[in-house]
């Protein structure tokens, strides 16, 4: 007990310390897929930092101190059902705990497909998010980070376009003919937190496959952006971590997830809690959800040895 009391406080004192270094607009010039529209990026913060109608997607610059830099990267996707980003609870804040750890960490502010400002609403997140891991691999050298150790996490819908970016990262979409769309978008690892993986309606979170997808989508559809149906042996290595008692997204989602990659002969750790529900993030204030960001950095260590 003294011992986790020490670490959290740890934390917090270490977290007053970080700030982002900047912010980096994905798109400097024309945004692909965008039309114009009146409307406007919304804040709302009661507990959670609630972003809505994202119209600059950016990413957010969290690096370590020369002294604790692993040279290891994450790119992190808040969750919130493709309809908006909990951007601290599952984006700021554990950007701060990765710093803490000496890893670099980029929030990924993405473009939802709920905003009128998209079109082919379906792949605007993707595209975000392949754009997003390419700029960090061309800015290696000034991020002081392994471009061949860059990975990506996840949260509840942001898992699941995590895993989307892990399964489709070759997805020709509409780019920027610049140096760095030459970069590759495929991930060297995956963190997925309580992650929506698939479209199915035996499974799926309804919210998200209903914003990304649309309540009509066909099968076709539905089965693209499955993405325990599109893992292969050139999957990234994944971390899963959920609650059994997930209200929201259900625990089958990584259990299948799961089964693919051991299928394909992926490397794959999974952690399933009995209880802690949906939207935990770090897991504060439960002694047993608490334990899963030390259970992370182990298995980050791990891919390097």
């Known amino acids: 007990m003294l011992a986790r009391l020490f670490l959290m406080s740890f934390l917090l004192i270490y977290s007053v310390s970080i700030m982002a270094q900047k912010k980096i607009p994905l798109w400097p010039d024309k945004i692909p897929n965008r039309v114009d529209s009146d409307e406007k990026e919304e804040f709302t913060n009661e507990d959670i930092l609630w972003i809505t109608k994202i119209q600059k997607p ?33 984006g700021t804040d554990v950007a701060k705990y990765f ?10 502010k993405y473009r939802v497909p709920l905003s009128k400002s998209v079109e082919n609403k379906e792949w605007v997140p993707l595209q975000d998010a392949q754009r997003a891991i390419r700029i ?8 002081k980070v392994d471009k061949n150790s860059i990975g990506v996490m996840g949260f509840s819908a942001g898992g699941h376009l995590a895993s989307t970016l892990g399964t489709h990262y070759n997805k020709r979409l509409p ?22 993986i698939s479209m199915k309606s035996s499974l799926t979170h309804q919210g998200s496959h209903d914003n990304l997808i649309g309540k009509a ?15 292969n042996a050139q999957t990234p290595p994944t971390f899963l971590l959920h609650a059994t008692d997930d209200g929201a997204v ?3 989602n ?12 992926v490397p794959v750790e999974m952690h399933i809690f009995p209880a802690g529900g949906h939207g935990f993030g770090l897991g504060t204030g439960n002694p047993s959800l608490a334990q899963w960001p030390s259970l992370l950095a182990e298995w980050i260590n791990g891919l390097k040895s």
């Open 58 to 90: 950016e990413i957010e610059v969290f690096l370590p101190p020369n002294r604790k830099n692993s040279g290891t990267a994450v790119l992190i996707m808040p969750g919130g059902g493709y309809a908006g980003l909990a951007y601290d609870w599952e």
């Open 250 to 252: 259900k625990v089958e």
């Open 217 to 231: 989508a066909d099968k076709q559809l539905r089965d693209m952006f499955s993405n325990e149906l599109h893992v």
């Open 175 to 196: 780019f920027m003919d610049d140096a760095v769309e030459k970069e590759s978008a495929r991930p060297d690892f995956l963190m997925l937190m309580y992650p929506v």
């Open 254 to 265: 990584s259990l299948v997830f799961y089964q693919a990659l051991k299928d394909n002969g």
């Open 136 to 143: 960090i691999r061309a800015r290696a050298a000034e991020f």
């Open 99 to 108: 710093n803490s750890i000496g890893v670099a960490a980029f929030v990924l």
